[in-house]
């Protein structure tokens, strides 16, 4: 492979790899490295954000404190029915932060959103002298990427073998597809070298002949960690996130759990049970002022059920309140210190601190059992590319 065709291989590889973070980003609610806008509430000064611009996403914990002036993305409650939001703060009181769209006349909290608390902020835009780094127009091919799959997958939903595609979540398949094409074709082009036609293939040497006839094993370990990691991820973010509780803030007790004397406090189980198969861990935390949690770090063998004592404080103001509490799960592939010290930095590191024990417990398993020479295939076809004959059975099916 020439330095031109490495460097354009390397570049389309990038921009397929920054969508299909992008499209993961999106499908965890968590934008990770880039994200983007997809109303017009961030199209004027001074960050001028129009439909479809995207922007680099720093994790709050990277971010440090946050302030008046910082552009977030937030877990709104509220606005547009709830979702990610990206928002910048304009002010902070004691129930939290105030956010308003550049664009936008009033602030979010003049509506129905309640103040922004700092465990709804999922990302900070980065910015340089105080302007936000924009990336024009980003976000629309993700978008595109989007409507194209969601064709596809109804498409081929009369496809023998392909009818739970268009059944499924079509973000969640096309994340898994994506990250299969990917790394196939970074993988195929880096063991192939590249083919330039097929004249060009008939005046190979017979090394070259029968490399086309090889399957990498690299890429199959790839395919095998990504059928691994993907549902080993979905299974700890998918159950996380935030329970809202409203409660009323009254001047004479009442029966009712929600209803509290102001000043005052009430407390309730707050249970975690494993459904799944290995141990989990629950860290359960406030996510909101007004809100104690006496035992943080649940851990429940499969079928169990762990426990922990929540309260919730009224202020002594009258009135309906918001009051959050948090849940992360992660299965327990690490000791349960090292995990609650990952999470206490981000909780996606200690997701990507699990996600990385199962590669290398996978990898070594693989390697020592099935090596890494490549897969040989003897057949009529052997001068054939794989992904010609893989075509070529597509056609008979159809």
Do not use: C
């Not at 009323?248 to 459904?275: A, C, H, K, L, M």
């Amino acid at each position: 492979m020439n330095l031109r065709s490495l460097a354009g291989s390397g570049a389309t590889a990038l921009l397929v790899g920054l969508v299909v973070v992008m499209l993961i980003g999106q499908q965890l609610g968590q934008p990770i490295l880039l994200g983007f806008v997809l109303t017009g509430s961030m199209n004027g000064e001074p960050a001028n954000m129009a439909p479809g611009d995207g922007f680099v996403a720093v994790p709050p914990a990277l971010a440090g404190d946050v302030g008046e002036g910082d552009v977030v993305t937030f877990e709104a409650r509220e606005l547009q029915g709830g979702g990610l939001t990206t928002h910048r703060i304009v002010g902070e009181t004691d129930e939290g932060y105030v956010t308003r769209g550049d664009a936008n006349p009033f602030t979010d909290q003049d509506g129905p959103e309640p103040p922004v608390q700092e465990s709804q902020i999922a990302a900070v835009a980065l910015q340089l002298d105080g302007e936000v780094v924009v990336i024009p127009k980003i976000g629309l091919l993700v978008l595109g990427m989007q409507e194209a799959f969601s064709i596809a997958a109804s498409a081929l939903g009369g496809v023998p073998g392909l009818g739970g595609l268009a059944d499924g979540d079509a973000g969640t398949s096309m994340v898994g597809v994506g990250l299969l094409l990917l790394a196939y074709s970074v993988v195929a082009e880096m063991v192939g070298g590249g083919r330039t036609g097929r004249a060009d293939r008939s005046d190979r040497s017979e090394r070259s002949r029968s490399r086309r006839s090889e399957t990498s094993a690299v890429l199959v370990l790839v395919v095998i960690l990504l059928l691994i990691t993907v549902p080993a991820t979905a299974s700890m973010v998918v159950p996380s996130g935030t329970n809202d509780i409203t409660i009323v803030s009254s001047q004479t007790p009442s029966g009712s759990p929600t209803v509290i004397e102001r000043g005052g406090s009430v407390e309730y189980t707050y249970n975690f049970t494993n459904d799944g198969f290995v141990p989990r861990i629950a860290v359960v935390e406030a996510a909101s002022t007004g809100v104690d949690v006496s035992r943080s770090g649940l851990v429940a063998e499969r079928g169990e059920t762990a426990s922990s004592t929540v309260t919730l404080h009224a202020p002594d103001e009258t009135g309906a309140y918001v009051r959050s509490v948090g849940e992360w799960q992660y299965v327990q592939f690490l000791p349960v210190p090292v995990i609650l010290s990952l999470h206490a930095i981000h909780p996606f590191v200690a997701v990507a601190g699990i996600n990385a024990v199962i590669v290398v417990v996978v990898t070594a398993v693989y390697v020592a059992a099935v090596g890494l020479d490549p897969f040989r295939f003897r057949d009529r076809d052997r001068d054939v590319a794989l992904s010609d004959r893989v075509r070529r059975r597509i056609r008979k099916w159809l």
